[in-house]
């Protein structure tokens, strides 16, 4: 079950997987876009599959589920060339789906003039894809 890596750890993706995302984008410069997003959602496993003490946690629930999102927020910009769009994103958590249950939500943690809350929080993300 998963993938074997060289360090001999099983890589597995999950059997369910949720995912949320809105995007809004706005005009700066002739192909460049600026972009604030949200995303959310998580994967789990089912049945046997969520067996084992490393896998713990990762059994989907319909009850619960929903208490398990992770959601993200960010700042990108996009340079549009038509046949392809370069996102270069900057992206922090709002809501985090593993801590104990009250600690999940994380917006008054936010700050961004603290170097370790930019080190443990921002995630930078450069990628090429379709325009959409």
């Given at each position: 079950?998963g993938f074997?890596?060289?360090?001999g750890?099983?890589?597995?993706?999950?059997d369910?997987?949720?995912?949320?995302?809105a995007?809004?984008?706005?005009?700066?410069?002739?192909y460049?876009?600026?972009?604030v997003?949200?995303?959310?959602?998580?994967?789990?496993?089912?049945?046997?599959?969520?067996?084992?003490?490393?896998?713990?946690?990762g059994?989907?629930?319909?009850?619960?589920?929903?208490?398990e999102?992770?959601?993200?927020a960010?700042?990108?910009?996009?340079?549009?060339?038509?046949?392809?769009?370069?996102?270069?994103?900057?992206?922090?958590?709002?809501?985090?789906?593993?801590?104990?249950?009250?600690?999940r939500?994380?917006?008054?943690?936010?700050?961004?003039?603290?170097r370790?809350?930019?080190?443990?929080?921002?995630?930078?993300?450069l990628?090429?894809?379709?325009?959409?």
């Amino acid at each position: 079950d998963g993938f074997s890596t060289e360090q001999g750890v099983s890589d597995q993706t999950g059997d369910i997987k949720i995912e949320l995302n809105a995007e809004y984008r706005l005009p700066l410069f002739s192909y460049l876009h600026g972009a604030v997003f949200a995303d959310a959602g998580n994967i789990w496993l089912i049945g046997r599959a969520a067996t084992g003490q490393e896998k713990a946690g990762g059994l989907f629930e319909w009850n619960n589920f929903y208490n398990e999102l992770a959601v993200g927020a960010g700042l990108g910009l996009r340079l549009d060339v038509t046949y392809f769009v370069l996102r270069l994103d900057v992206a922090f958590p709002l809501r985090r789906p593993f801590p104990d249950e009250g600690f999940r939500w994380v917006i008054d943690e936010i700050s961004p003039l603290s170097r370790r809350w930019r080190q443990e929080n921002l995630v930078m993300n450069l990628a090429l894809g379709y325009p959409f």
